[in-house]
């Protein structure tokens, strides 16, 4: 990665005290490279950034997106943005379209302008797997998507849109990065909205049966915090102008079923505790708005971005739960 190319330059993580946007500010930070953080916690941890406010090239700003005049504020001064505040959640989406849209879209837009009007020099953002909707194909690849199954897909769909016509329109140049069911250090297990991964490893380290949607046959491409920061980190410093303005999906390119997930979280925590080996796997009811499979294609991203990702589901997993066993 040219992370070095960020030398004496300003990033600006919104969502930075998040799960990935943590991740982010702290490979930046370590390597000595000036960091400000926008975050209102929501659903961001005070604890996730407490490392870093020590550091000179750290700042937080407590703000919200969806106030344009904290946007502009977050933006005074920044040469690149990476844009991670947003609601997710596709059940949250359900239960609360208004919030999420508020968030999600205009929080978003008030995020372009101020990076417009700021003259940013890039501004990466995150999109999502969720606006393949009900393209059922298999891989995921970037030109081709259904309709969207949830009003957070409608969001994040509409980031790309409005990335676009922001380039288009006024020059601002933003790639898109569609996560796909992202994993790792700090993300909260806690909540009714908590990821798949984490919610697995709190009940088995409970001592309570993993809960499984369905039968368990639902697949994801299950992707490593550490695969995606390397792709922010490539997003923000390519100079192949050939990559600028355009999606990319951000995956391991595997997918793995949910109850191979959960043997896999029994097999590896119970190098812990050995009690866990004998816990029962349950299931109820698959969810409304869930697709039953994503797998994504990363050739767009190896060829234009030079991705490389490094660590695959058991790889991942074992770092994950080695932080999560201490941490928990």
Same mark, same amino acid.
């Given at each position: 990665m040219n992370i070095e190319l960020l030398k004496n330059k300003t990033v600006l993580v919104t969502g930075g005290a998040g799960f990935i946007g943590s991740n982010l500010c702290e490979t930046l930070l370590s390597n000595n490279i000036k960091t400000i953080c926008l975050d209102n916690f929501a659903t961001g941890k005070r604890k996730n950034i407490i490392p870093f406010t020590? @550091? /000179?090239?750290? /700042?937080?700003i407590e703000g919200d997106i969806r106030n344009l005049n904290d946007c502009q504020n977050a933006c005074d001064g920044i040469d690149y943005i990476l844009h991670q505040?947003? *609601?997710?959640? =596709? $059940?949250?989406? %359900?239960? @609360? $379209? %208004? +919030?999420?849209? @508020? =968030?999600?879209v205009s929080g978003f837009l008030n995020m372009l302008v101020a990076a417009r009007d700021a003259k940013v020099k890039r501004f990466v953002y995150a999109a999502s797997s969720s606006t393949y909707g009900d393209h059922e194909a298999l891989p995921k690849v970037e030109g081709t998507i259904g309709k969207p199954l949830s009003p957070y897909a409608i969001t994040k769909y509409v980031n790309e849109l409005y990335a676009d016509i922001f380039n288009k329109t006024y020059g601002l @140049?933003? %790639?898109g990065l569609r996560y796909f069911n992202v994993f790792g250090k700090r993300q909260d297990p806690n909540g009714a909205y908590a990821a798949v991964i984490p919610k697995f490893v709190q009940q088995l380290m409970n001592h309570e049966s993993p809960i499984i949607n369905g039968d368990g046959s639902y697949s994801r491409d299950f992707t490593y915090i550490d695969n995606v920061v390397q792709m922010n980190i490539r997003a923000l410093t390519t100079k192949n102008e050939l990559a600028l303005n355009t999606i990319y999906n951000v995956a391991y390119g595997e997918r793995t079923t949910l109850l191979e997930l959960a043997v896999l *979280? /029994? +097999?590896?925590?119970?190098?812990f505790d050995s009690a866990i080996k004998n816990l029962e796997i349950k299931h109820r009811d698959n969810r409304i708005g869930d697709i039953p499979h994503s797998l994504a294609s990363i050739n767009k991203a190896k060829k234009l971005l030079n991705y490389q990702p490094q660590f695959d589901i058991s790889s991942g997993l074992k770092e994950a739960v080695s932080w999560y066993y201490k941490n928990i």
């Amino acid at each position: 990665m040219n992370i070095e190319l960020l030398k004496n330059k300003t990033v600006l993580v919104t969502g930075g005290a998040g799960f990935i946007g943590s991740n982010l500010c702290e490979t930046l930070l370590s390597n000595n490279i000036k960091t400000i953080c926008l975050d209102n916690f929501a659903t961001g941890k005070r604890k996730n950034i407490i490392p870093f406010t020590e @550091d /000179k090239n750290f /700042k937080l700003i407590e703000g919200d997106i969806r106030n344009l005049n904290d946007c502009q504020n977050a933006c005074d001064g920044i040469d690149y943005i990476l844009h991670q505040a947003a *609601l997710g959640s =596709v $059940p949250r989406s %359900i239960n @609360d $379209p %208004i +919030t999420t849209n @508020d =968030v999600n879209v205009s929080g978003f837009l008030n995020m372009l302008v101020a990076a417009r009007d700021a003259k940013v020099k890039r501004f990466v953002y995150a999109a999502s797997s969720s606006t393949y909707g009900d393209h059922e194909a298999l891989p995921k690849v970037e030109g081709t998507i259904g309709k969207p199954l949830s009003p957070y897909a409608i969001t994040k769909y509409v980031n790309e849109l409005y990335a676009d016509i922001f380039n288009k329109t006024y020059g601002l @140049d933003t %790639i898109g990065l569609r996560y796909f069911n992202v994993f790792g250090k700090r993300q909260d297990p806690n909540g009714a909205y908590a990821a798949v991964i984490p919610k697995f490893v709190q009940q088995l380290m409970n001592h309570e049966s993993p809960i499984i949607n369905g039968d368990g046959s639902y697949s994801r491409d299950f992707t490593y915090i550490d695969n995606v920061v390397q792709m922010n980190i490539r997003a923000l410093t390519t100079k192949n102008e050939l990559a600028l303005n355009t999606i990319y999906n951000v995956a391991y390119g595997e997918r793995t079923t949910l109850l191979e997930l959960a043997v896999l *979280l /029994k +097999t590896y925590l119970s190098e812990f505790d050995s009690a866990i080996k004998n816990l029962e796997i349950k299931h109820r009811d698959n969810r409304i708005g869930d697709i039953p499979h994503s797998l994504a294609s990363i050739n767009k991203a190896k060829k234009l971005l030079n991705y490389q990702p490094q660590f695959d589901i058991s790889s991942g997993l074992k770092e994950a739960v080695s932080w999560y066993y201490k941490n928990i």
